[in-house]
């Protein structure tokens, strides 16, 4: 049974997956399709997954995967070739939802619009700093989803999935874009604006996670950390996929009745956290001022 209002209407967790947006970051195409092909050959697993469903996008930018070679990302380790970050018309595909210059990112709309999933990740590559994790994580910027829902995604969402990842002996960082010129001066949360897949996300008052992997690690560790990372997600939301839909849908009603609507933000950097970012002794410590924002209104 694959009709959206029946699924909708039974509860039922919508997860959607989606690879290959940047396809020279293609880790999560070849992790992705892997974990597909376990869900159908092994029971186990597809019973794991409850009532969900998974919503699967193995290649988003199909132009891009297609325009193959071993130059366009410098120093990346493996595979020996890969797909180009720009669709037939060399637009960046991940900085087109809302604009929807391209047809991909109208298609894509509808999908989303129609589907309307819970939970999004979409699966990318860093583009080149050095540090000692071979998985980085972006979420959704809390305040942006209203509610409850912001408050249970940073409280309670993210620190469970830091410690699973590390559990699953994939030890995870937020991704490392430094505050000033080194992750010593503090390491600040993406502010996503709807043009990037999180930010777009907010909107529908979906949770986004985008993992980076580690460009100069190799790839086949790369491949590992973001099944383990996508796992990790799918897996929380199927044991609390009531609880978030109930957050959800109180968001919506929420943004429904709202007078007015934030629409210039500022990084809050009076309340920062502390993170281990050493990962080899656990000494160094960065300052996470980036968690937090006020709206400026």
């Not at 071979?134 to 969402?157: A, N």
Request: neutral net charge.
């Amino acid at each position: 049974m694959f009709d959206r209002e029946q699924l909708r209407l039974a509860g039922r967790l919508l997860f959607l997956n989606n690879n290959g947006i940047h396809p020279g970051e293609p880790e999560g195409i070849d992790a992705c399709m892997a974990l597909v092909r376990d869900l159908c050959l092994q029971p186990q697993r597809l019973a794991a997954l409850g009532s969900a469903v998974l919503l699967f996008i193995p290649v988003y930018n199909v132009d891009g995967c297609v325009n193959r070679n071993n130059s366009s990302r410098v120093s990346q380790v493996g595979p020996e070739s890969f797909g180009f970050r720009g669709n037939s018309r060399n637009l960046d595909l991940n900085r087109d939802f809302v604009n929807c210059d391209t047809l991909d990112a109208q298609v894509f709309n509808r999908f989303f619009s129609e589907w309307d999933p819970d939970v999004k990740v979409d699966t990318h590559t860093s583009n080149g700093a050095d540090y000692h994790y071979t998985m980085t994580l972006i979420h959704t910027q809390s305040d942006k989803l209203g509610g409850e829902l912001g408050g249970f995604l940073r409280e309670t969402m993210v620190p469970a999935i830091y410690d699973d990842m590390a559990a699953r002996g994939w030890p995870t960082s937020p991704y490392v874009h430094p505050v000033r010129e080194s992750p010593d001066d503090g390491i600040r949360h993406t502010l996503e604006t709807p043009r990037f897949s999180n930010g777009y996300a907010a909107l529908h008052h979906t949770i986004g996670f985008m993992p980076k992997t580690h460009m100069l690690k190799p790839f086949a560790e790369r491949c590992a950390s973001t099944r383990a990372l996508v796992e990790s997600v799918l897996a929380f939301n199927v044991a609390h996929h009531t609880q978030i839909q109930g957050m959800r849908s109180a968001a919506r009603q929420d943004a429904a009745a709202r007078k007015r609507w934030p629409v210039h933000w500022q990084v809050d950097f009076s309340r920062p956290r502390a993170t281990p970012f050493n990962l080899e002794t656990a000494v160094g410590r960065a300052r996470v001022g980036c968690d937090r924002v006020r709206w400026q209104g």
